[in-house]
């Protein structure tokens, strides 16, 4: 069952493309990160210019986090988005699986099926979102 409900959420989930979601905000983050433009990390302006050439959208999602956070995601930056946004993704699916393993060590085989019940932390990679990288922070303080 839970194999079932989370093919189920990854097949919806390609059917979103890099320029519908939120990853290039966080890419906007990292390029300003990685070039030590703190100062100008929220500037709506800049931000906007940076992600003109990049994606398609006609409008920009902008960087909203803490500065320590485009730092984390700085290494990004070393590459072009789109392979930014596979390494994100694949960074995102370790993380995801690791809280898997993480429920059912701790909790039990029924844990299995009910994380895949939850169907916003898969689709959250669809759409560039960074709720897992979240979801890991609070499995690890917990």
Same mark, same amino acid.
């Given at each position: 069952?839970?194999?079932?409900?989370?093919?189920?959420?990854?097949?919806?989930s390609?059917?979103?493309?890099?320029?519908?979601?939120?990853?290039?905000?966080?890419?906007? +983050?990292?390029?300003?990160?990685?070039?030590g433009?703190? !100062?100008?990390?929220?500037?709506? !302006?800049? $931000?906007?210019?940076? $992600?003109?050439?990049?994606?398609?959208?006609?409008?920009?999602?902008?960087?909203? !986090?803490?500065?320590?956070?485009?730092?984390?995601?700085?290494?990004?930056?070393l590459?072009?988005?789109?392979?930014?946004?596979?390494?994100?993704?694949?960074?995102?699916?370790?993380?995801?699986?690791g809280?898997?393993y993480w429920?059912?060590? !701790?909790?039990?085989?029924?844990?299995? +099926?009910?994380?895949?019940?939850?169907?916003?932390?898969?689709?959250?990679?669809?759409f560039?979102?960074?709720?897992?990288?979240f979801?890991?922070l609070?499995?690890?303080?917990?």
């Amino acid at each position: 069952m839970a194999l079932v409900l989370s093919g189920a959420w990854v097949a919806m989930s390609t059917t979103f493309t890099l320029d519908a979601g939120d990853f290039p905000a966080f890419y906007t +983050g990292a390029v300003l990160a990685r070039h030590g433009d703190f !100062r100008n990390l929220h500037d709506e !302006r800049l $931000q906007a210019n940076i $992600q003109k050439p990049l994606v398609t959208r006609p409008y920009p999602v902008y960087f909203v !986090r803490p500065h320590v956070y485009a730092a984390f995601l700085a290494p990004l930056a070393l590459l072009p988005i789109r392979p930014a946004f596979a390494a994100f993704i694949v960074f995102s699916s370790a993380v995801l699986i690791g809280f898997w393993y993480w429920a059912y060590r !701790r909790f039990g085989a029924d844990a299995v +099926g009910l994380v895949a019940l939850f169907p916003v932390a898969i689709m959250s990679f669809a759409f560039g979102q960074d709720v897992v990288l979240f979801l890991g922070l609070f499995v690890l303080s917990y």
